[in-house]
């Protein structure tokens, strides 16, 4: 099973970027996608999850300025962030569940894992 996640880069505080994470060799249909962070001296945090089921579920904090979706027919799965912020820099990863019937934002219950893309934002 393998996670590429792709497009982060150095942007301007109020610009919008687009994260992507493509997966192969898994039965995409019946995982759980989802998108962490770790910022430079911090543990890593849940940003956002695109359940098997259709339903989507944010952190608190980022749930008015990021979109998460998938397509399940690309084995795709997308983060749109609007109005980005000095303080959403980070490496952002993508990761995977097996299947699961209850929704999860620890890292733990994550089984499979890209290697991060970079967002630095300046302010």
């Known amino acids: 099973v393998q996670l590429q996640a792709s497009g982060g880069g150095l942007v301007q505080a109020g610009a919008s970027l687009r994260l992507f994470c493509a997966a192969s060799?898994?039965?995409?249909?019946?995982?759980?996608t989802g998108w962490f962070r770790q910022a430079p001296g911090k543990g890593r945090e849940f940003v956002a999850v695109a359940r098997r089921t259709g339903d989507v579920h944010y952190e608190d904090s980022v749930k008015a300025r990021f979109t998460i979706s998938r397509d399940n027919a690309k084995k795709t799965t997308i983060l749109q962030i609007d109005n980005l912020k000095p303080e959403d820099t980070a490496v952002y990863y993508c990761a995977a569940t097996s299947w699961r019937l209850r929704l999860s934002t620890r890292p733990e219950h994550y089984d499979y894992w890209g290697q991060g893309t970079l967002v630095t934002v300046s302010s």
């Open positions: 060799g898994h039965t995409f249909s019946s995982s759980d």
